[in-house]
């Protein structure tokens, strides 16, 4: 599987987070390609053939990013409106990505309580939906974003942690099948849980 990290940070070299996440992907040698899109198009002119090209000469596409105001970085953006055009990702003979896989890495500035759903406040799955409808439309596997709160005051242990639990996960091949994967992921847990009971203890109280 050949995996190629997209990371959009408007200024990576003062991020602890994203920066970090990088180079402890590339130092897993699990990436057959790994970018700086803001190093590479600072005047926001994307080479659209090159980035299609790079595109169809990958199986899983990483998109990592921080949370912007709830949405995207603005290059981000610009990049999927350039890129992923029609005849290409989608329409007539638009099948250049079918079955390939939609990873998303995130870095979330706020805490857990204001991304709980309630009320006033949405989920960050509800805020990445548009990934998801685009998986969609161009026939991409959309696989279980991930995503890390409190970017902005967490500490570097913390940091790296996360970004040690993306390494695990970032070739997994059973990732591909996302719904299959959320299932059995969710009978392992199950399965652990029901081990870990006390024998003789009433769970139906």
């Avoid at 990371?7 to 990576?12: G, T």
Wanted: proline share 5%; with cysteine.
């Amino acid at each position: 599987m050949k995996i190629m990290n997209l990371v959009f940070h408007p200024d990576l070299k003062t991020s602890r987070v994203n920066q970090t996440w990088k180079r402890q992907l590339e130092n897993s040698g699990k990436l057959a390609l790994s970018r700086d899109l803001y190093r590479e198009y600072p005047d926001f002119c994307i080479d659209v053939e090159k980035e299609q090209s790079m595109l169809m000469a990958h199986d899983r596409i990483v998109i990592q990013f921080p949370l912007y105001w709830y949405s995207v970085p603005p290059l981000l953006k610009k990049w999927m409106d350039d890129v992923l055009t029609q005849g290409f990702a989608y329409g007539v003979a638009g099948d250049k990505l079918d079955g390939k896989d939609l990873q998303l890495l995130v870095s979330v500035g706020g805490r857990h309580e204001f991304y709980n759903g309630f009320d006033i406040f949405c989920t960050i799955p509800d805020l990445l939906r548009p990934f998801q409808l685009t998986a969609n439309l161009t026939r991409m596997n959309y696989l279980i974003p991930e995503w890390m709160y409190e970017a902005d005051t967490a500490s570097q242990d913390t940091i790296e942690k996360n970004g040690r639990r993306w390494i695990t996960i970032i070739d997994d091949p059973r990732r591909s099948n996302p719904r299959k994967y959320l299932y059995d992921t969710m009978n392992s847990d199950l399965n652990v849980s029901n081990e870990a009971a006390v024998p003789g203890y009433d769970y139906s109280t």
